[in-house]
Protein backbone atom coordinates (compact mmCIF):
# COMPACT_ATOMS: atom_id res chain seq x y z
CA UNK A 1 0.00 0.00 0.00
CA UNK A 2 1.13 3.30 -1.12
CA UNK A 3 1.25 6.43 1.03
CA UNK A 4 -1.38 7.44 -0.50
CA UNK A 5 -3.22 4.80 -0.52
CA UNK A 6 -3.15 4.86 3.45
CA UNK A 7 -3.75 8.64 3.71
CA UNK A 8 -6.50 8.24 1.34
CA UNK A 9 -7.81 4.75 3.83
CA UNK A 10 -6.88 7.12 7.16
CA UNK A 11 -9.28 10.21 5.84
CA UNK A 12 -12.25 7.88 4.98
CA UNK A 13 -11.79 6.34 8.36
CA UNK A 14 -12.08 9.14 10.12
CA UNK A 15 -15.30 10.67 7.92
CA UNK A 16 -17.18 7.04 8.92
CA UNK A 17 -15.92 8.04 12.70
CA UNK A 18 -17.45 11.34 12.49
CA UNK A 19 -20.33 9.40 11.16
CA UNK A 20 -20.64 6.96 13.55
CA UNK A 21 -19.87 9.65 16.64
CA UNK A 22 -22.61 11.67 15.41
CA UNK A 23 -24.89 8.61 15.41
CA UNK A 24 -23.90 7.23 18.71
CA UNK A 25 -24.29 11.09 20.33
CA UNK A 26 -28.28 11.16 18.31
CA UNK A 27 -28.75 7.19 20.11
CA UNK A 28 -27.44 8.61 23.45
CA UNK A 29 -29.85 11.65 24.04
CA UNK A 30 -32.99 9.45 22.39
CA UNK A 31 -31.41 6.99 25.72
CA UNK A 32 -31.57 9.85 27.79
CA UNK A 33 -35.24 10.73 26.98
CA UNK A 34 -36.50 7.36 27.84
CA UNK A 35 -34.90 7.21 30.75
CA UNK A 36 -36.25 10.61 31.85
CA UNK A 37 -39.60 9.24 30.67
CA UNK A 38 -39.19 5.93 32.12
CA UNK A 39 -38.21 7.82 35.48
CA UNK A 40 -41.38 9.87 35.23
CA UNK A 41 -43.84 6.96 34.66
CA UNK A 42 -42.29 5.72 37.76
CA UNK A 43 -42.60 8.49 39.87
CA UNK A 44 -46.33 9.01 39.03
CA UNK A 45 -47.21 6.11 39.49
CA UNK A 46 -45.26 6.15 43.53
CA UNK A 47 -47.60 9.59 43.90
CA UNK A 48 -51.08 7.80 42.59
CA UNK A 49 -50.10 5.33 45.31
CA UNK A 50 -49.19 8.24 48.23
CA UNK A 51 -52.18 10.15 47.51
CA UNK A 52 -54.27 7.05 47.40
CA UNK A 53 -53.54 5.83 50.84
CA UNK A 54 -53.43 9.30 51.90
CA UNK A 55 -56.76 10.29 51.03
CA UNK A 56 -57.94 6.86 52.17
CA UNK A 57 -56.58 6.87 55.67
CA UNK A 58 -57.26 11.01 56.06
CA UNK A 59 -60.85 9.55 55.56
CA UNK A 60 -61.02 6.55 57.64
CA UNK A 61 -57.52 7.00 60.20
CA UNK A 62 -57.70 3.46 61.53
CA UNK A 63 -54.84 0.60 61.13
CA UNK A 64 -55.25 -2.58 62.97
CA UNK A 65 -58.45 -1.66 65.21
CA UNK A 66 -56.38 1.71 66.31
CA UNK A 67 -58.07 4.95 65.50
CA UNK A 68 -55.65 7.58 65.06
CA UNK A 69 -56.17 11.63 65.79
CA UNK A 70 -54.14 12.94 62.86
CA UNK A 71 -52.11 12.08 59.63
CA UNK A 72 -49.43 12.99 57.95
CA UNK A 73 -47.68 12.96 54.55
CA UNK A 74 -44.12 13.45 52.86
CA UNK A 75 -42.80 13.83 56.37
CA UNK A 76 -39.02 15.29 56.24
CA UNK A 77 -36.88 15.83 59.23
CA UNK A 78 -32.89 16.42 59.84
CA UNK A 79 -30.90 16.48 62.63
CA UNK A 80 -27.36 16.11 62.88
CA UNK A 81 -26.30 14.79 59.45
CA UNK A 82 -29.31 12.40 59.99
CA UNK A 83 -32.13 13.12 57.17
CA UNK A 84 -35.39 10.81 56.47
CA UNK A 85 -38.73 11.36 54.75
CA UNK A 86 -41.78 9.39 55.97
CA UNK A 87 -44.34 9.08 53.61
CA UNK A 88 -47.54 8.78 56.32
CA UNK A 89 -47.35 9.04 59.67
CA UNK A 90 -50.88 8.61 61.99
CA UNK A 91 -50.43 9.70 65.42
CA UNK A 92 -52.58 9.02 68.44
CA UNK A 93 -51.58 9.82 71.87
CA UNK A 94 -50.41 6.71 72.16
CA UNK A 95 -49.77 5.04 68.75
CA UNK A 96 -47.42 6.37 65.67
CA UNK A 97 -47.47 4.42 62.97
CA UNK A 98 -44.65 4.71 60.25
CA UNK A 99 -45.99 3.74 56.82
CA UNK A 100 -44.03 3.89 53.57
CA UNK A 101 -45.88 3.38 50.77
CA UNK A 102 -44.44 2.20 47.30
CA UNK A 103 -46.64 1.18 43.98
CA UNK A 104 -44.96 -1.98 43.48
CA UNK A 105 -43.31 -3.57 47.10
CA UNK A 106 -39.71 -5.21 46.52
CA UNK A 107 -37.55 -6.92 49.05
CA UNK A 108 -35.06 -3.73 49.24
CA UNK A 109 -37.68 -1.88 49.73
CA UNK A 110 -38.37 -4.01 53.04
CA UNK A 111 -34.58 -4.06 53.97
CA UNK A 112 -34.22 -0.14 53.71
CA UNK A 113 -37.79 0.89 55.64
CA UNK A 114 -36.46 -1.80 58.32
CA UNK A 115 -33.15 -1.38 58.13
CA UNK A 116 -32.85 2.38 57.80
CA UNK A 117 -35.64 4.07 58.45
CA UNK A 118 -37.52 3.01 61.08
CA UNK A 119 -34.20 2.36 62.96
CA UNK A 120 -33.82 6.21 62.11
CA UNK A 121 -36.84 7.24 63.20
CA UNK A 122 -37.07 7.93 67.19
CA UNK A 123 -33.17 9.28 66.69
CA UNK A 124 -35.16 11.86 64.83
CA UNK A 125 -38.74 11.90 66.60
CA UNK A 126 -37.66 11.46 70.16
CA UNK A 127 -41.04 13.26 71.03
CA UNK A 128 -42.54 9.73 70.34
CA UNK A 129 -40.09 7.77 72.76
CA UNK A 130 -42.96 6.85 75.17
CA UNK A 131 -45.27 5.80 71.87
CA UNK A 132 -46.03 2.34 70.80
CA UNK A 133 -44.30 2.32 67.82
CA UNK A 134 -46.03 0.35 64.09
CA UNK A 135 -44.55 -0.44 60.55
CA UNK A 136 -46.17 -0.32 57.77
CA UNK A 137 -45.94 -0.69 54.05
CA UNK A 138 -48.58 0.29 51.73
CA UNK A 139 -48.75 -1.21 48.36
CA UNK A 140 -50.63 -1.58 45.03
CA UNK A 141 -48.74 -5.05 43.96
CA UNK A 142 -46.66 -7.11 45.90
CA UNK A 143 -46.09 -10.71 44.95
CA UNK A 144 -46.12 -13.60 47.77
CA UNK A 145 -42.60 -14.06 48.96
CA UNK A 146 -42.36 -10.53 49.73
CA UNK A 147 -45.35 -10.40 51.66
CA UNK A 148 -44.36 -13.11 53.68
CA UNK A 149 -40.94 -11.17 54.07
CA UNK A 150 -42.51 -7.92 55.34
CA UNK A 151 -44.64 -9.91 57.37
CA UNK A 152 -41.79 -11.82 59.24
CA UNK A 153 -40.17 -8.51 59.64
CA UNK A 154 -43.39 -7.22 61.67
CA UNK A 155 -44.11 -4.78 58.97
CA UNK A 156 -47.98 -4.44 58.70
CA UNK A 157 -49.19 -4.61 55.17
CA UNK A 158 -51.65 -2.11 53.63
CA UNK A 159 -52.93 -3.32 50.27
CA UNK A 160 -55.44 -1.54 47.80
CA UNK A 161 -58.68 -4.05 46.80
CA UNK A 162 -60.84 -1.66 45.00
CA UNK A 163 -61.33 1.29 46.11
CA UNK A 164 -61.02 0.20 50.00
CA UNK A 165 -57.80 -0.75 51.84
CA UNK A 166 -57.22 -4.32 53.14
CA UNK A 167 -54.65 -4.75 56.11
CA UNK A 168 -52.67 -7.82 56.57
CA UNK A 169 -51.30 -7.55 60.18
CA UNK A 170 -47.80 -9.10 61.13
Known sequence: MTDAELRELVA??????AKTDAQLAKTDSKLNKL???YGGVGNNQGKVAEEFY????????ELNGIRFDFIEK??????????????LLLVNGEDVYVVEVKYRLHP????????RKAANF???????????IHLAMATFAVEE??????????VTLLQRR??????VAA
Open 35 to 37: AEM
Open 145 to 154: DVKRLALEQG
Open 122 to 132: LKLYPEYQQYR
Open 162 to 167: GDVIET
Open 54 to 61: YNSLKHNP
Open 108 to 115: KDIERFVG
Open 12 to 17: SLAVAQ
Open 74 to 87: NVTRSKGGLEEEYD
